[in-house]
């Protein structure tokens, strides 16, 4: 399926820049699945933020971008293809929870959709996932809900992968994800906010029977400063206009789904 300016989608742009730092929980959630942790244990040694980095471009592709949708689902089958144990139920659980935790986001940081958008939105989402051969998504959003959770109970664990991840996202080292943004002379002064703020989001935000099962910490302190960060990551984005706000791509289809309605 390849969507265009009708779909709900393209209207709400999807994905902003502050969204990015809930997607770390959809990384973490993936690399806790044992088989994927084994998969892209060498690339997260090398480059921890290569996948998230990798995994939000080619979604915006598949999402918002027309005539080559089609042809990065034929990319990511090709690439997948070559990694040992590989198949439909992996793309699965990378597709299910790369959509929650979008969804997190947008429940976190943006007004409240109506419950009809939220299924409309998924249901988009689970139909661009049969171009890469996910033939079997959960139906709705509480199917949605019970596959995740039985996944979190019966398959996920505290792996290798995880660990680097959670190392990487206290930024010992490099920039994150979106670094490339800020000045390279106000890195220094950006680096230790980050360094709070990616952890607090990822570990956050997990459901909290995963938290539990990855034994992470989360205190009534933790939870109120991650309130924090949501209110002043709203007051903030209400003023970035939203042609920075939103990655181009996404901003460009907005544009187009407001100018098809008009």
Not at 9 to 18: A, E, K, N, Q, S
Not at 135 to 149: G, K, T
Request: glycine fraction near 6%; charged fraction near 25%.
């Amino acid at each position: 399926m390849t969507l265009g300016p009708d779909s709900v989608t393209w209207r709400l742009g999807w994905y902003t820049r502050f969204e990015l730092v809930v997607l770390g929980r959809a990384v973490l959630m993936q690399v806790a699945h044992p088989v994927i942790a084994a998969a892209v244990r060498d690339g997260y040694r090398a480059d921890p933020f290569a996948r998230l980095t990798r995994t939000i471009t080619s979604s915006q592709l598949r999402l918002f971008g027309g005539e080559q949708a089609a042809q990065e689902a034929r990319r990511l089958i090709r690439r997948h293809a070559t990694i040992p144990g590989a198949g439909e139920e992996l793309f699965r659980w990378v597709h299910a929870t790369s959509f929650d935790s979008l969804l997190t986001a947008y429940r976190l940081l943006r007004p409240r959709l109506p419950a009809i958008h939220e299924e409309r939105l998924y249901r988009e989402w689970r139909d661009t996932g049969r171009s890469i051969g996910i033939e079997s998504m959960p139906e709705d959003l509480a199917a949605l809900r019970h596959y995740l959770d039985d996944v979190v109970e019966t398959q996920l664990a505290r792996t290798d992968g995880v660990e680097e991840l959670l190392d990487a996202f206290r930024l010992r080292t490099g920039r994150a994800p979106g670094g490339e943004h800020v000045p390279r002379a106000l890195w220094p002064l950006v680096r230790p906010v980050a360094a709070q703020v990616l952890p607090d989001f990822a570990v956050g935000t997990l459901p909290p029977a995963l938290r539990d099962r990855l034994g992470l910490k989360w205190t009534n302190a933790d939870a109120r400063r991650l309130r924090r960060w949501i209110r002043l990551i709203r007051v903030v984005s209400a003023f970035v206009p939203a042609s920075l706000l939103h990655y181009p791509m996404p901003y460009r289809a907005m544009l187009s789904a407001r100018a098809a309605r008009a």
